[in-house]
């Protein structure tokens, strides 16, 4: 016999995801970042690290929200792929305004990055050390780099969650096909 389907399914787990994970170790740094190398009283602090925070709570709420209403799902996953995409600009307006060199696309320190990066079991700890010991130019890349593959795997992320509405719609079209079902039944 088939399992009924439930109107309110649960929410999804935001911790197991890598997305939420990523920007979790964005935040860290930003905050890191912005606290030892930035000047106290520049408002750029409080704009980094909101942007940074903003990326990683919208998932979170995101992700809460998609118990009720896919459409602010998929909104709060854009807004979080948003707000780090404003940090990004954030980092690469450090770098240019201070005269340091932005890692180009193929350089040898983004491609080392890259390979660094797909370890998922790499956490907050761990990159933390590596920041702790490199000049604010070089933790500037990093947190460029970290960006740029969240923003993708973002873009991954609401490419599923459409097609998951594509194929199952909503709320309101499941209270729907469930109500419709228990009048026939009854």
């Not at 990066?117 to 590596?130: A, C, P, S, V, W």
Request: with cysteine.
């Amino acid at each position: 016999m088939a399992k009924p389907e439930r109107m309110l399914s649960s929410p999804g787990n935001f911790r197991k995801l890598l997305t939420y994970q990523k920007a979790e170790i964005i935040y860290d740094i930003t905050f890191y970042f912005c606290h030892k190398y930035l000047r106290v009283g520049d408002r750029t602090i409080d704009q980094m690290v909101q942007a940074a925070r903003s990326g990683k709570q919208n998932i979170v709420e995101g992700c809460k929200f998609s118990l009720t209403s896919s459409e602010i799902e998929i909104k709060l996953i854009n807004v979080a792929k948003s707000s780090l995409q404003e940090l990004m600009m954030d980092y690469e307006d450090y770098l240019r305004t201070r005269k340091h060199r932005q890692w180009e696309e193929n350089s040898v320190e983004i491609t080392k990055m890259r390979e660094l990066l797909r370890n998922k079991r790499y956490g907050t700890d761990f990159y933390m050390k590596i920041v702790e010991t490199r000049p604010p130019e070089t933790i500037a890349n990093i947190v460029i780099s970290m960006i740029k593959q969240n923003d993708y795997l973002l873009h991954k992320q609401l490419e599923t969650l459409e097609k998951d509405f594509l194929e199952n719609g909503g709320l309101r079209e499941k209270m729907s096909r469930m109500r419709l079902e228990h009048r026939k039944k009854n």
